[in-house]
C-alpha cells in the first residue's frame, strides 16, 4: 500500500459525458501527478500540481482539467468524454515540486467509456 | 522533448535465471531514471532507481546501471523466482520544471517454474 487513495476504482460511462476522479496524496506530500494508462499510448504523465498551484504540464487533453485543494487532495476532470478515453488514471504523490524523486502511485482509476 | 525506448517488450526466463531489460533516452540532461514494477490490478511500485552522478546501484537481487554517455540504463535481475513476474517500466525524469516521469513501454516478465 502506497499511502495513496483514488475513487473510484471503476468508472463506466456513456460518450459525451463528463466525470471527477480523485486522489488522496501521502500524508505530507505536496506534488501530486495524473497519468493516463492505454494500451496504445502507455503510461502518460498528463499534470502535476504541487501545494495548489500546477507546477508541470504534459500531453493533457484540453477537455481534461485538475487542481489541487487546500487540503491537498485532487481531481482530474474529464469532459466530452469520447471512446479513446477510456484507459487506466492514476494518482502519484512525493514531497517534491522538482529534481527527481520516487513517485507514489495509488491503485488507479479504471474509465471505462461505452 | 524526452523520449524513452524500452526492449524487450516481452521476456520469458526460466526460474532461477537472470533477466535484463534495457532502455535508452534522448535528453542528456535528464538526471533521474526509476524502475517501476506493474502487478495486475495495481499501480506501478519503485523497485530501484539511480540518478546521473551514479553509474550502478545494487539492492539485493536487483541492479540498475547507466551509462550517460551512451545514454542507456539497464535493470538486472538474478535469480529470478515466479513472483517476478510481472510488467516492468523504465523512466526518466528530464531536468526541467517539475517533475514528470517519461516512461519506457513497458516489458513483460514470465518467469517459468
Known amino acids: 500500500d502506497s499511502g495513496v487513495t483514488q475513487t473510484p476504482k471503476h468508472l463506466i460511462t456513456a460518450t459525451g459525458q463528463r466525470v471527477t476522479l480523485r486522489c488522496s496524496p501521502r500524508s505530507g506530500d505536496l506534488s501530486v501527478y495524473w497519468y493516463q494508462q492505454s494500451l496504445d499510448q502507455g503510461l502518460q504523465f498528463l499534470i502535476q500540481y504541487y501545494n495548489g498551484e500546477e507546477r508541470a504540464k504534459g500531453n493533457i487533453l484540453e477537455r481534461f482539467s485538475a487542481q489541487q485543494f487546500p487540503d491537498l487532495h485532487s481531481e482530474l476532470n474529464l469532459s466530452s468524454l469520447e471512446l479513446g478515453d477510456s484507459a487506466l488514471y492514476f494518482c502519484?504523490?512525493?514531497?517534491?515540486?522538482?529534481?527527481?524523486?520516487?513517485?507514489?502511485f495509488g491503485p488507479g482509476t479504471r474509465l471505462t467509456v461505452l | 522533448g524526452e523520449n524513452v525506448e524500452q526492449h524487450p517488450s516481452t521476456l520469458s526466463v526460466q526460474e532461477g535465471d537472470s533477466a535484463v531489460i534495457k532502455c535508452t533516452y534522448s535528453d542528456s540532461a535528464s538526471n533521474y531514471f526509476p524502475w517501476y514494477k506493474q502487478e495486475l490490478g495495481k499501480g506501478p511500485q519503485l523497485i530501484i532507481d539511480i540518478r546521473s552522478n551514479v553509474g550502478e546501484k545494487k539492492d539485493q537481487r536487483i541492479a540498475v546501471t547507466l551509462n550517460k554517455t551512451a545514454k542507456h540504463f539497464s535493470l538486472h535481475i538474478t535469480e529470478t523466482q515466479p513472483e517476478d513476474s510481472a510488467v516492468y517500466f523504465c523512466?526518466?525524469?528530464?531536468?526541467?520544471?517539475?517533475?514528470?516521469?517519461?516512461f519506457g513501454a513497458g516489458t513483460i516478465l514470465r518467469v517459468k517454474s
Open positions: 523512466a526518466a525524469s528530464p531536468m526541467e520544471y517539475g517533475n514528470k516521469l517519461v
Open positions: 502519484a504523490s512525493n514531497p517534491l515540486g522538482t529534481s527527481g524523486g520516487e513517485q507514489f
